[in-house]
Nanobody, 116 residues
Framework: QVQLVESGGGLVQAGGSLRLSCKAS????????MGWFRQTPGNEREFVAL???????NYTDSVKGRFIVSRDRPRNNVYLQMDSLKPEDTAVYYC??????????WGQGTQVTVSS
């Protein structure tokens, strides 16, 4: 059983910052990928950022230069530092784990609201 628990969402003004955290627990495979997706009402969940076990990162174009994904691999934590936030970043953010070949898992989601 794998569980992902997020924290750190909230309300912030445009230009502000938030840091999301996610803790993975359970049967975590040593080689994996963790990251973040987001979803707004009526839209599909979209990729935001990820980091592999080996430290490779990938970002969607709209957040490059503003968001940074990082990991604490021994503790199976993943973080998303979000700076220069824009109203269009408003969404529910979901933590994601691709657990080797075992499966893919999602957190419960945390709301991020950026006011203009």
């Amino acid at each position: 059983q794998v569980q992902l628990v997020e924290s750190g969402g909230g309300l912030v003004q445009a230009g502000g910052s938030l840091r999301l955290s996610c803790k993975a627990s359970g049967n975590i495979i040593s080689v994996n990928t963790m990251g973040w997706f987001r979803q707004t009402p009526g839209n599909e969940r979209e990729f935001v950022a990820l980091m592999t076990t080996f430290g490779h990162t990938n970002y969607t174009d709209s957040v490059k230069g503003r968001f940074i994904v990082s990991r604490d691999r021994p503790r199976n934590n993943v973080y998303l530092q979000m700076d220069s936030l824009k109203p269009e970043d408003t969404a529910v953010y979901y933590c994601y784990l691709a657990n080797g070949r075992v499966g893919k898992y999602w957190g419960q989601g945390t709301q991020v609201t950026v006011s203009s």
